[in-house]
């Protein structure tokens, strides 16, 4: 079947400038999550969703990121006056509940100038 | 909180080599764990995972990895590398009361031929 799927796959947007990424997640999976890939800091979890509701924000990096999830489905993250340490590749993942097996969109390569 | 060591950055081989990334990680309490791969200009794929039972998991092209518990490792092996073996290769581990993913900071493997 359908596996998660990103858009855009590549943005590149200006210094200050907001950003929304999407996630549309295995089709029946409740689980999705978000995570960063970047140079220096390797994969960072950001997010948790389970359902619509988010128990785990742990790792968003600053008050400019949030995320929001509708439908119990399609996800996006959006990014606020973004700053060039921002670039990344954010990738997205869902898994079904209870399990832990997440399968990997992806992603969407974000470059700040 | 968890954190994953994968030893080697770098590894280099050349095809019929055989192959062992280490992979340690801290936390006490129960864990899964995981291998990802991530070929060139693809996104991440399960390679094999460790839930319970068996220590010694098999996983997809002839990959194996082994949980060693008094050790907190899992590290992976092949016996014998192939050209098309040459990726990014991510040790990852989920606590077992929590959701998210605490990745190592990957090894490049290149197999020449």
């Known amino acids: 079947g359908a596996g998660v799927s990103q858009s855009p796959s590549n943005k590149v947007t200006e210094k200050g400038k907001d950003v929304e990424l999407r996630c549309d997640p295995i089709?029946?999976?409740?689980?999705l999550y978000w995570y960063r890939q970047s140079l220096g800091q390797g994969l960072e979890f950001l997010i948790y969703?389970?359902?619509?509701?988010?128990?785990?924000k742990s790792g968003l990096p600053s008050d400019r990121f949030s995320a929001e999830r509708t439908g119990g489905s399609v996800s996006t993250l959006t990014i606020q006056r973004t700053q060039q340490e921002d670039s990344a590749v954010y990738l997205c993942?869902?898994?079904?509940?209870?399990?832990?097996?997440?399968?990997f969109g992806p992603g969407t390569r974000l470059t700040v100038t | 909180a968890q954190s994953v060591s994968q030893h080697n950055h770098h590894v280099i081989l050349s095809e019929a080599a055989s192959l062992e990334l280490g992979c340690n990680y801290s936390y006490g309490g129960t864990v899964n764990l995981f291998w990802y791969v991530q070929y060139p200009g693809q996104h991440l794929q399960l390679l094999l995972k460790y839930f319970s039972g068996d220590p010694l998991v098999k996983g997809i092209k002839g990959f194996e990895a082994e949980f060693i518990k008094s050790k907190f490792s899992f590290n992976l092996r092949k016996p014998s590398v192939q050209w098309s073996d040459t990726a990014e290769y991510f040790c990852a581990v989920n606590a077992g009361d929590g959701n998210k993913l605490v990745f190592g900071a990957g090894t490049i493997l290149r197999v020449k031929s």
């Open positions: 089709s029946g999976h409740t689980a």
């Open positions: 993942a869902s898994s079904l509940s209870g399990t832990h097996e997440q399968y």
């Open positions: 969703f389970q359902g619509n509701s988010a128990p785990d």
